[in-house]
């Protein structure tokens, strides 16, 4: 049986959890949207192997939240994940961020829609989206789109669609359709990557360690130090 250990520090929210086969036996996460992966990661893995009465060496793959996200939330799951892979010399299996989150709503029971729009904050009125059905099949692929009160018009025309993630919020006095619903509380984490990472794990779907990067979507912009004096 499989012993894949997942990571996922895409937003605000830094989870991690080790799963044997298709059930996680171990879990640890921080939803207090601090941006805290530098803090939490290395100690979560630990833990949660620990937890699991493993040890690294048992470890099959480690599957990582790809993007897109937050840059620097993406380059410290990434590199955490490469670097677990190389030590252990195991293979390393990328899920899509805002699959997997659709694939949080869809199995909380929780969010009942026609169409499944998982969104990422990107800054001001920007988000990372993709439109999924009820299966989790992909309608529209993942973007970065500036929301405005037409944004989706054909989905909403169609049927229900449901908007969650942390870019969510900032839609929701925007898009003003009948058949627009939003979900506060769908955040992502590893239980949505579970399956697909069992799923490409099985099929030997694995990344080149050498030049696997994160799905970025967009070039990184520094923003100026807030601290006092730097330039």
């Known amino acids: 049986m499989s012993n894949i250990l997942l990571i996922e520090t895409a937003s605000k929210v830094c989870s991690v959890g080790l799963a044997e086969g298709n059930k996680i036996i171990a879990l640890r996460e921080d939803k207090s949207m601090q941006y805290s992966h530098s803090t939490f990661l290395t100690t979560f893995i630990e833990e949660v192997v620990k937890e699991a009465g493993s040890a690294f060496p048992k470890l099959d793959a480690v599957?990582?939240?790809?993007?897109?996200?937050?840059?620097?939330?993406?380059r410290i799951g990434v590199s955490a994940a490469k670097g677990l892979c190389y030590a252990l010399d195991i293979p390393l299996i990328a899920i899509n961020t805002l699959k997997s989150l659709a694939a949080v709503a869809v199995e909380s029971g929780n969010v009942h829609a026609d169409f499944f729009v998982?969104?990422?904050?990107?800054?001001?009125?920007?988000v990372y989206n993709a439109v999924y059905d009820n299966s989790l099949s992909e309608i529209r692929e993942t973007s970065?789109?500036?929301i405005?009160?037409?944004?989706?018009?054909?989905?909403?025309?169609?049927?229900k669609v449901a908007f969650f993630g942390d870019g969510a919020a900032k839609c929701r006095d925007v898009i003003k359709h009948s058949n627009a619903v939003f979900f506060d509380d769908i955040h992502p984490g590893v239980k949505g990557m579970l399956n697909f990472a069992l799923e490409k794990f099985i099929q030997k779907q694995?990344?080149?360690l050498a030049y696997f990067e994160p799905f970025y979507l967009k070039d990184f912009v520094a923003g100026k130090p807030k601290v006092k004096g730097l330039l």
């Open 118 to 126: 998982p969104m990422i904050d990107a800054r001001r009125m920007e």
């Open 206 to 208: 694995f990344e080149d």
């Open 63 to 74: 599957s990582v939240s790809m993007g897109p996200g937050s840059y620097t939330g993406l």
């Open 148 to 159: 405005d009160e037409n944004a989706f018009s054909d989905f909403l025309e169609k049927g």
């Open 144 to 146: 970065a789109e500036i």
